[in-house]
């Protein structure tokens, strides 16, 4: 199970940090990714890192601002948030692939977590 936490308010050009605890015991076994969507519109890819944490990626527009990172002792993922704007309004869900593989497209994720709400005001 994955339980998503830290959305919340922020003005534009603010910071939120995002975490995704997980359960299981084999957690550094698989790449996690954080995805967003709003209404309408499919998931999109926000980052993924792999299990050892060694290697990350991201989407293009999230470059040089947000940044992935994990805890294996604490089974738990984070995506440091920083220079939000407007448009990233959206639910952001963590997501965990079923290997050690980074991958972009939501339907090669296994588990998902609930979701947290994250509004950026201008």
């Known amino acids: 199970q994955l339980q998503a936490s830290g959305g919340g308010l922020v003005q534009a050009g603010g910071s939120l940090r995002l975490s995704c605890a997980a359960s299981?015991?084999?957690?550094?076994?698989?790449?996690m990714g954080w995805f967003q969507q709003t209404p309408g519109k499919e998931r999109a890819f926000v980052a993924a890192i792999r299990g050892s944490g060694d290697v990350t990626k991201y989407a293009d527009s999230v470059k040089g601002r947000f940044t992935i990172s994990r805890d294996n002792a604490m089974n738990t993922v984070y995506l440091q948030m920083n220079s939000l704007r407007p448009e990233e309004t959206a639910v952001y869900y963590c997501?965990?692939?079923?290997?050690?593989?980074?991958?972009?497209?939501?339907?090669?994720?296994?588990?998902w977590g609930q979701g947290t709400l994250v509004t950026v005001s201008s």
């Open positions: 299981g015991r084999t957690f550094s076994s698989y790449a």
């Open positions: 997501a965990a692939r079923g290997d050690d593989y980074i991958r972009t497209w939501h339907g090669q994720y296994v588990y």
